[in-house]
């Protein structure tokens, strides 16, 4: 339930919380912020990848229980249910998609286009989770959806492959 684009507030280049929760500032481009979210995300996928699959999991529950009151804080404090520029969503659903993922650039891309297409198009139960549930959980749940969805067809792939 994404808004329409509203300014980036001064609040995320001093508040720490503001700042994570646009996604170290990535989500403060003017276009495509959700795309820009997404990208910073990246980088921390091959840190992740370092950790045995446990260790990764607990990071992903650790940053979605995060991610759902640093979304809710800032969506309070800015006074907009989802600002577009709100990208910790981004991050960890980009984080649930690549997860199992095999290593290199290959599975990086093609995790990083499903989560997109998905986020995107929120085909069902995405868009009514969208639609639906507000809060900081309301803006995470849909693009953890879309992880799953992507992490899924990635399975997919790499099993026939």
Request: charged share 10%.
């Amino acid at each position: 339930m994404a808004e329409s684009r509203s300014p980036t507030p001064a609040s995320v280049w001093r508040n720490p919380i503001h700042f994570l929760a646009f996604g170290f500032g990535s989500g403060a481009m003017p276009r495509a912020p959700g795309t820009w979210g997404t990208l910073a995300a990246l980088p921390f996928v091959l840190l992740w990848q370092q950790l045995p699959v446990g260790g990764y999991a607990l990071v992903l529950l650790l940053s979605t229980l995060l991610g759902i009151w640093l979304c809710h804080r800032t969506a309070a404090d800015l006074g907009v249910h989802d600002h577009g520029g709100i990208v910790w969503d981004e991050f960890v659903g980009l984080w649930i998609a690549l997860w199992l993922a095999p290593p290199g650039w290959l599975w990086l891309l093609a995790g990083f286009v499903l989560f997109r297409l998905f986020d995107i198009w929120k085909p069902w139960p995405i868009g009514w989770v969208d639609r639906r549930v507000g809060g900081g959980l309301g803006i995470m749940l849909d693009d953890i959806l879309a992880g799953i969805m992507a992490l899924l067809v990635l399975q997919g792939a790499q099993w026939l492959l």
